[in-house]
């Protein structure tokens, strides 16, 4: 789509054409090629008529991530991959928020989704980004949600932010061939990143990000939504709280956890026999280096001390860990598992495992169980010793009394 085209979409007429590509999109089950035929006959030009269709196939993509606005919003297929969700973006705009800056300038704003996060929030937002198409897009969602702000196409790393009271970067780690891993051949490269972190700013980057990456002073933020962790956040010393935060974004809302909360940080971690439950760590959690704060909040501690389940005698229900009651240690060597899950009429079985060279969905097809029961099997490490749990999850949730939820 060229910004020909899409300033066409703004138009009256272009409007009224993505209203009926939606009715065409819908009516045809978003076939494309029958959607396709129907919006051609009512729009003749091929790049017009492409251009609503895409979007509407672009705005239902988009609704997990971006909710009702979504169906009001414009996207490009990579941009749309690369844009924040829009509950992981609500929250960093909010703490942005309560430090008070004057104004945030995105460098790299891409379609908007952070920029709108930030105007909701009450910031006076800009943005800018190299490519002409986004920024066109960015203005329009902007506008198509009711929100103010000042885009322009310019080069982050040549402006003078002195006039910005916060910064926030999203450097680009995808190039032609793919994904970059040379965090110099990021767009803007590591060393502008590490240059905006020396002033109040935010820069968000991939969870995987090596700690001995990140300078001193600064906050890493690990993030996730719906038990997947989406991404990490740095801080820069002037908006820290912390060194390490997961944060956990749920149907319940939202906690975090630091390592304020662990009194075993920088200690000796707490090891303990297998007791009646045992905790799955949210990623989030594993990422900060946190697991031993899941362990004080339910009063247990770790199985293995290089392998982050957690095992208590009580019951808690914890927004940063999954939950199981251990019903029973089953044989780990493949012929007498098989042999006790089938005595138990287990067919459908979970399988999850850490620590252990083994492929979940090879060992359930090579256990070939056709009972009526469903279980979950826990495979992992204890002391060193490779072991079978057979457990029952109970879930996550907000209301443990063990396991601090917001600093």
């Not at 594993?286 to 095992?311: F, M, P």
């Not at 879930?395 to 600093?407: A, F, K, N, Q, T």
Request: charge should be negative; glycine fraction near 10%.
């Amino acid at each position: 789509m060229d910004l020909e085209t899409f300033a066409w979409l703004l138009t009256d007429d272009g409007q009224r054409l993505l209203e009926q590509a939606g009715h065409a999109y819908a009516d045809h089950d978003g076939d494309p090629v029958r959607s396709a035929a129907a919006v051609r006959k009512i729009e003749p030009d091929a790049d017009r008529a492409a251009a609503a269709l895409t979007q509407v196939g672009l705005r239902t993509k988009a609704v997990p991530k971006f909710g009702a606005d979504a169906m009001r919003m414009y996207f490009t297929p990579d941009a749309l991959e690369q844009a924040t969700r829009s509950r992981v973006a609500t929250h960093r705009a909010a703490r942005l928020a309560a430090a008070e800056p004057t104004s945030v300038i995105d460098l790299g704003c891409g379609i908007g989704g952070d920029l709108i996060a930030f105007a909701r929030a009450g910031l006076t937002v800009a943005g800018v980004d190299l490519d002409p198409i986004r920024v066109a897009i960015a203005e329009a969602n902007l506008a198509a949600l009711g929100l103010p702000g000042a885009i322009q196409v310019a080069d982050g790393t040549t402006l003078d932010l002195a006039g910005f009271g916060a910064v926030f970067a999203d450097p680009a780690r995808r190039g032609a061939r793919g994904r970059v891993f040379d965090v110099e051949g990021w767009t803007p490269p590591w060393s502008f990143v590490t240059s905006l972190l020396e002033r109040a700013s935010v820069v968000k980057v991939a969870p995987g990000i090596p700690h001995d990456l990140i300078p001193s002073g600064v906050e890493v933020e690990w993030v996730s939504e719906g038990g997947e962790v989406k991404e990490a956040a740095l801080w820069s010393s002037y908006l820290a709280t912390a060194r390490r935060r997961a944060t956990v974004i749920g149907d319940g809302g939202l906690a975090s956890i630091t390592e304020e909360d662990d009194p075993y940080d920088g200690r000796e971690r707490p090891l303990r026999e297998l007791g009646d439950f045992l905790y799955e760590p949210d990623g989030a959690v594993i990422r900060a280096g946190l697991v031993t704060a899941v362990a004080a909040g339910v009063d247990g501690g770790l199985l293995d001390e290089h392998i982050a389940y957690v095992t208590s005698d009580q019951s808690f229900r914890s927004p940063f860990a999954r939950g199981y009651r251990v019903v029973e240690t089953l044989p780990y060597r493949e012929k007498p598992l098989r042999a006790a899950l089938r005595e138990r009429g287990i067919g459908k079985l979970t399988i999850k495992k850490r620590g252990v060279d083994i492929v979940p969905e090879v060992l359930r097809k090579r256990l070939s169980l056709h009972g009526e029961q469903e279980a979950t099997l826990v495979m992992t490490r204890i002391a060193g010793e490779g072991t079978a749990l057979l457990v029952q999850p109970f879930g996550r949730g907000s209301e443990s009394p063990g396991v601090p939820l917001i600093r």
